[in-house]
C-alpha cells in the first residue's frame, strides 16, 4: 500500500501566500523524483515543479521567483510553497512521485503516484 496525501488548498487573496504539503505513505524505499502540476477549468494540465533527487529542480516560467518546492526526506513529505499568488494561479494542484518500494525482502519496484488533488483559489 503506498499512497500520497495533499492537504494545504483554500482561499487566499491576491499576492497572499500558501503552502502545500504531500506525504507518501508505505513501503517506500527511496524518493526519485517529486513534482507538483495544475490544471484549472478548461486548461491542459501543467508542470509547475521538479525536483530530481540529486538532481536539479525546475519551475514553471510563471512561477519562477514565486513557488519553490521545499522537501523533508526523512518524513518523504514534499511541499509547495506559494508566494505572490496571482488569478491565473488558481486550479487543482496535483502532487506527482516517482518512488522505489519494497514489494518484498530485497525485491523492489519503481511507481509513479498521484495524490488526490487539491484545489487553490485565489481571488479578492
Known amino acids: 500500500q503506498v499512497q500520497l496525501v495533499e492537504s494545504g488548498g483554500g482561499l487566499v487573496q491576491p499576492g497572499g501566500s500558501l503552502r502545500l504539503s504531500c506525504a507518501a505513505s508505505?513501503?517506500?524505499?527511496?524518493?526519485?523524483?517529486m513534482a507538483w502540476y495544475r490544471q484549472a477549468p478548461g486548461k491542459q494540465r501543467e508542470l509547475v515543479a521538479r525536483?530530481?533527487?540529486?538532481?536539479?529542480?525546475n519551475y514553471a516560467d510563471s512561477v519562477k521567483g514565486r513557488f519553490t518546492i521545499p522537501r523533508d526526506n526523512a518524513k518523504n513529505t514534499v511541499y509547495l510553497q506559494m508566494n505572490s499568488l496571482k488569478s491565473e494561479d488558481t486550479a487543482v494542484y496535483y502532487c506527482?512521485?516517482?518512488?522505489?518500494?519494497?514489494?518484498?525482502?530485497?525485491?523492489?519496484?519503481?511507481?509513479?503516484?498521484w495524490g488526490q488533488g487539491t484545489l487553490v483559489t485565489v481571488s479578492s
Open positions: 506527482n512521485v516517482l518512488t522505489t518500494v519494497t514489494v518484498a525482502t530485497g525485491h523492489y519496484r519503481n511507481l509513479e503516484l
Open positions: 508505505g513501503s517506500i524505499f527511496s524518493i526519485n523524483a
Open positions: 525536483v530530481v533527487i540529486g538532481g536539479s529542480t
